[in-house]
């Protein structure tokens, strides 16, 4: 298996533009975590699906971010109208529901001029 | 918040030390598990000890567990220049997963 992948992996845009960051989970894993990591955050849960679902979204920043799962291979992340303030390496990882250990993609990084 | 924190955040040790990282939690958990982050890349599964267990080998990787304390330790013998990365803790509770803030480990050779 490839591992989880990321698209693209690194994306940088001007402020008020759209940004769609791209996953596709390990084959089999029905669970789908997408995270922010930031030097003064450090790594923040934005939302969790389980079977396709959106299960916890409460770590979502505001109305600007939106997250979908239409199927178990695909997962979108959506910035619309991006900001400055959204720079930062952007992780997807996925689990299989049954070992505990989560698989990480290599992560987009996203600068927001 | 369940988040855990690292102790301490920045480490540096030379070559063939020893290396201790210290993880404390807040709420009860089933297991914990420590992954590794090298920079510009994802994090990677290290290894995970269960919430009955008080300690696990892993190669160079110890890990310790106390429960009572809501705390436990990576420890890293015989450092290499190649184990410089960032560590996290986490904690799975429930169905869900909990990751500390991190210690960056410098080796230096």
């Known amino acids: 298996d490839a591992g989880v992948i990321q698209s693209p992996r690194h994306e940088v845009t001007e402020m008020g533009q759209e940004v769609t960051l791209r996953c596709k989970p390990i084959s089999g894993h029905n669970s789908l975590f997408w995270y922010r990591q930031t030097m003064m955050r450090g790594l923040e849960l934005l939302i969790y699906?389980?079977?396709?679902?959106?299960?916890?979204d409460s770590g979502m920043p505001e109305d600007r971010f939106s997250a979908k799962m239409p199927n178990a291979s695909f997962s979108t992340l959506k910035i619309q109208p991006s900001e400055p303030r959204d720079s930062a390496v952007y992780f997807c990882a996925s689990w299989d529901g049954v070992v505990n250990e989560q698989f990480f993609g290599p992560g987009t990084r996203l600068t927001v001029l | 918040s369940q988040q855990g924190e690292e102790d301490p955040q920045a480490l540096s040790i030379q070559e063939g030390e020893n290396a201790t990282m210290n993880c404390s939690y807040k709420t009860s958990i089933n297991n914990l598990q420590w992954y590794r982050q090298n920079s510009g890349r994802g994090l990677v599964h290290l290894i995970l000890i269960r919430s009955n267990e008080r300690e696990k080998h892993s190669g160079r990787l110890r890990v310790t567990l106390d429960t009572s304390k809501k705390s436990s330790s990576l420890l890293i013998t015989a450092s290499r220049a190649a184990d410089t990365a960032s560590y996290f803790c986490a904690t799975f509770t429930g169905n869900q997963f909990y990751f500390g803030t991190g210690t960056s480990l410098t080796v230096i050779p």
């Open positions: 699906f389980n079977n396709n679902v959106p299960i916890d």
